[in-house]
Antibody, heavy 120, light 107 residues
Framework: EVKLVESGGGLVQPGGSLRLSCATS????????MSWVRQPPGKALEWLGF??????????EYNVSVKGRFTISRDNSQSILYLQMNTLRAEDSATYYC???????????WGQGTSVTVSS | DIQMTQSPASQSASLGESVTITCLAS??????LAWYQQKPGKSPQLLIY???TLADGVPSRFSGSGFGTKFSFKISSLQAEDFVSYYC?????????FGGGTKLEIK
């Protein structure tokens, strides 16, 4: 059974940092692109970026909205995906989801989400 | 960036009725389109990918069509559990972008 479980969310002050984790199981982690998506309360989904699979060298792509502030990485030995978030702003407050990409056709499995609140 | 314009933003319908949601892409995306269902407080769930292909385990009352810039998502014979939110997403070119969402409400 494919499972994705996010953790690491919480309350952080503006300008602060947070690292989210996404622990995965039930599939060959290195075979898949993995994405991060966020959703502010009551609003639509926003793709943040992905990290490619082993065949494609684990390279990354980001949405311009977070490029330079957010970094996606992966620990392939433990099948964990990370999102390092720096210089956080109030508008970064959202539920953050990790998702597995099904060959760029879609995101076929999602975690349950972890909530991030940026406030003083 | 490719903009995805989804309509309507909300719709009321009755049990057993059919509804159609539309997504317009700001440029051609072939069939690189997915549809997701999101229940309140839950993560999105994949329903359709490649514009028309049903994901595993998805009931046949859900269907998708379209190519290029205009796409449709239809639910035939609405069930009580279908009155939630739906999103389209293009995966033709990064950044992947989502539509604004459609919330279905019981009439």
């Amino acid at each position: 059974e494919v499972k994705l479980v996010e953790s690491g969310g919480g309350l952080v002050q503006p300008g602060g940092s947070l690292r989210l984790s996404c622990a995965t199981s039930g599939f060959s982690f290195t075979d898949y692109y993995m994405s991060w998506v966020r959703q502010p309360p009551g609003k639509a989904l926003e793709w943040l970026g992905f990290i490619r699979n082993k065949v494609n060298g684990y390279t990354t792509e980001y949405n311009v909205s977070v490029k330079g502030r957010f970094t996606i990485s992966r620990d392939n030995s433990q099948s964990i995906l990370y999102l390092q978030m720096n210089t956080l702003r109030a508008e970064d407050s959202a539920t953050y989801y990790c998702a597995r990409e099904q060959g760029s056709n879609a995101m076929d499995y999602w975690g349950q989400g972890t909530s991030v609140t940026v406030s003083s | 960036d490719i903009q995805m314009t989804q309509s309507p933003a909300s719709q009321s319908a009755s049990l057993g009725e059919s509804v159609t949601i539309t997504c317009l892409a700001s440029q051609t995306i072939g069939t690189w389109l997915a549809w997701y269902q999101q229940k309140p407080g839950k993560s999105p769930q994949l329903l359709i990918y490649a514009a028309t292909t049903l994901a595993d385990g998805v009931p046949s009352r859900f269907s998708g069509s379209g190519f290029g810039t205009k796409f449709s998502f239809k639910i035939s014979s609405l069930q009580a559990e279908d009155f939630v939110s739906y999103y389209c997403q293009q995966l033709y070119s990064t950044p992947w972008t989502f539509g604004g969402g459609t919330k279905l409400e019981i009439k």
